[in-house]
């Protein structure tokens, strides 16, 4: 009869080991999970932030371009020229190398 009993009670303390350890294990995955969606939904509404702020200049754009399209043409020339480094096929570009 000992037997049995020393034997239930190790089975038992073994399962309470076992259950505890599962449940730690469950909190820090669900605490990892919590800490996962707090980030990705901060970065969700950075992205919108940008986004709106996108649309915001893209609108500034395209009520720019349709007002006068001259202005367009000189813009549009000079970003070509600063930005883009383009030239007219009849021009040419000289490079200061000295860095001067």
């Excluded at 037997?3 to 009670?9: C, D, F, L, P, Y």
């Excluded at 038992?12 to 605490?31: E, T």
């Excluded at 919590?34 to 009520?63: A, C, G, P, V």
């Amino acid at each position: 009869m000992k037997v049995i009993k020393t034997q239930k009670k190790k089975n038992s303390f073994l399962l309470k080991i076992a259950v505890l350890a599962f449940s730690v294990y469950m909190v820090a995955a669900l605490v990892n999970q919590q800490i996962q969606i707090s980030e990705k939904t901060r970065q969700l509404s950075e992205m919108q932030q940008q986004l709106e702020e996108q649309d915001i200049r893209n609108e500034e754009l395209r009520r720019s371009l349709s007002d006068s399209t001259e202005e367009n043409e000189d813009y549009i020339e000079r970003y070509a020229r600063e930005e883009l480094d383009y030239a007219k096929p009849s021009e040419r570009v000289f490079v200061n190398i000295a860095g001067n």
